[in-house]
C-alpha cells in the first residue's frame, strides 16, 4: 500500500536550482509517469526565476505545484504531507542535510516515501565527495552505465552499502531524430562557468563569430544558459552577452535562449565545451564537436568526452569536419540512442515498486553519522539549520509553519540583495585583488 492515501501516487521534488530543477521534475515524471507532482524550490542564490520554470513545462511535464521554502519549511511540510516519493534534486551537501533532517521528520512513522537523488548530468569533479554526500538514498540515480560502476565502486571502497545505486539514464534525453536542416545550423552550447577565465571566454566568442563570418550561408547560435541577472546552477561571473557586444558579430550570429530541445530540432553541428548539451545531441544523432582548444582537461570536464570520436578543435570545424561518435563509448555512456531510451527507467520503477510494497521502506541510514564524521557533519547539517539529530535549530523561521506575507516580503529583499551581491559586487572585488 503506498505512502499516501490519494489515487494517484504523490511525488515531491526538492530542488536548489533552474538545472537541478529541470532534473528534478523530469526524473519525477520518468519514474511515477502520472502521478501527482509538487514542487519545492529551496529558498537561495540560484532559486529558480518564473522563465526558468516554465522550461520544464516546454519539455512536457506540467507540476501540480510549485512553492519555494527553507530546508525547515520544507521538512516541516514532509512531517505533515504524505507522499509516496520524494526526489531530492540539490547539490551534494543540500542532499545530506536533508537526509538527516528527513530521519528526524519521519521519526516514529510508521510508513515513509522512497527517497530518491542522483546526478543532473556529466560527473566529471568531486565523485568520492558527492557520492558519499548522496549516500543513504533509496535510490542514487546513475546516468549511465560507466556511472553505475565508478558509483559501485566508490561505496564499497569505503565499506558502505553500494545497492541503491540504479542505472537510469538523463530524463531530459528524447526529441526527434536529427534531419538536416536548411540553411545549415551551428549551435554553441555555452556554459556559466566552463571555462571561468575572461580570456578563455572572449577566445571562444571570438572563434565562434569567426566561424559566422567564413559560413555566411550558415545560421551560428549561441545557446545562452540564463538572461541577464538570471541565476543558474553555477555562478556566471562574466556573461557571454556582455563579452560579445564589442566583437560586432554578423548577421547571421545570433544569441538563444529558451529550451535546448527547441534549439536542437534545428541544429546540424552542436558544438561545446563539455556541456550535457553534447549528449543530448548524441542522443538525436546531431553531430556533436567537443572543443579541445583549450585543452582536454578535468578542469573543462572535456576529458569526459575521450574516446567518443568527438574531440575537435574549431580550426577543423572550420575546415568542414564534422565530428562522428564512437558507438562503443555512446552506448556506455548514458547515451541511450534508440530503444534503449524507452526502457532506461524500468529498473528505477521496479525498485520504487518493491520498496513501496511489504512494509515499505525502513529508516534512511546515510554513510556519514555521528560516528563516522563527527568533525565534518555537524557543520554541514548547520548550514542548512540543521542540528546533529536532523532537528531544525532552535530559532529557524518557518520549522513548522507557513512565512507571513511580511516575512515573504523581508525575505523577498534579501534574496535580491544577496543576488546582487554574488553576481555584481563580489566578480569585481575579486578582480580587484588581481590587479
Known sequence: MPASTSKSPRVAVLADSDTRWKWGALT????????????????????PTPRQLGEVDEAGVRPDSVTEATAAEFLATMARERYDVVVL??????VQAMLHGLTHAWR???????VVTGYVGVVYEKLTDGLLLRHGADLVLANSRRDAERFRAVYEGVGADASAVVEVALP?????????????TVVFAAQPSVPAARADRVYLLERLVRHARRHPDREVLLKLRSRPGEHTTHVEELPYQKL???????????????????????????????????????????????????????ALGNHHFVGSGCLVSWDRLDAGRVPVADPRWTQRNGVAPGDAYDTAFDAARGRIAVLLGGTGPGVLAPYYGARTAPGYLPGLLARYHLGVDGAPLAGVPGGGRASGPV??????????AYRHGVQRVAPVVRRLGEL
Do not use: I
Not at 531530459?172 to 545549415?184: I, K
Not at 516575512?407 to 535580491?416: K, N
Open 28 to 47: 519525477a515524471h520518468r519514474l511515477v509517469p502520472g502521478g501527482r507532482l509538487d514542487g519545492h524550490l529551496l529558498r537561495g542564490r540560484a532559486t
Open 108 to 114: 516514529g512513522r510508521e510508513r515513509r516515501p522512497v
Open 407 to 416: 516575512r515573504q516580503v523581508v525575505r523577498r529583499a534579501a534574496r535580491g
Open 89 to 94: 534534486a540539490l547539490v551534494g551537501g543540500g
Open 172 to 184: 531530459f534525453l528524447g526529441g526527434a531524430p536529427y534531419r538536416p536542416a536548411d540553411p545549415y
Open 244 to 298: 560579445v557586444r564589442g566583437l560586432r558579430p554578423p548577421a547571421n550570429f545570433r544569441l538563444v535562449y529558451g529550451h535546448m530541445g527547441e534549439v536542437l530540432d534545428r541544429a546540424d553541428l552542436l558544438v561545446t565545451v563539455s556541456s550535457t548539451a553534447a549528449l543530448e545531441g548524441l542522443h538525436r544523432g546531431v553531430p556533436t564537436a567537443v572543443l579541445t582548444d583549450l585543452g582536454v582537461r578535468e
